[in-house]
């Protein structure tokens, strides 16, 4: 679930590497920059390639693919249950895009 808010995972990775590097505001500044400018070069590559691989998203498939049946999923914090794959909704959120490549993950 932390890892799903981009901006606290940013901040922790900018707070853990204040702590370990010793850098002055120029080179922090410098560093993130070239950090920005190295994550957008990424994110216009994966959305180039997500328009070559554009694939269904997995909920699309459980809710259209499997209408009818029953399946066993996460439900949250707790135990697993059983509901009907119409019902299905994802725990953490779902874009409206082909899931691969991620652009989180680039």
Same mark, same amino acid.
């Given at each position: 679930?932390?890892?799903?808010?981009?901006? =606290? *995972?940013?901040? &922790?990775?900018?707070?853990?590497?204040?702590?370990? #590097?010793?850098?002055n505001y120029e080179q922090f500044?410098?560093?993130?920059?070239?950090?920005?400018?190295?994550?957008?070069? =990424? *994110?216009?590559? &994966?959305?180039?390639?997500?328009?070559?691989?554009? #694939?269904?998203?997995?909920?699309?498939?459980?809710?259209?693919?499997?209408?009818?049946?029953?399946?066993?999923?996460?439900?949250?914090?707790?135990?697993?249950?059983?509901?009907?794959?119409?019902?299905?909704?994802?725990?953490?959120?779902?874009?409206?895009?082909?899931?691969?490549?991620?652009?989180?993950?680039?």
């Amino acid at each position: 679930e932390f890892f799903d808010n981009k901006i =606290a *995972v940013g901040g &922790a990775v900018l707070f853990s590497l204040g702590a370990v #590097l010793p850098w002055n505001y120029e080179q922090f500044v410098f560093w993130t920059t070239g950090f920005v400018i190295t994550e957008y070069e =990424a *994110v216009i590559h &994966a959305w180039r390639e997500k328009r070559i691989w554009d #694939l269904v998203r997995p909920t699309t498939l459980i809710k259209r693919g499997q209408a009818g049946d029953s399946i066993f999923t996460y439900a949250g914090p707790g135990a697993p249950k059983q509901i009907d794959a119409e019902d299905f909704e994802s725990y953490i959120r779902v874009m409206p895009h082909s899931e691969y490549p991620s652009g989180s993950g680039c």
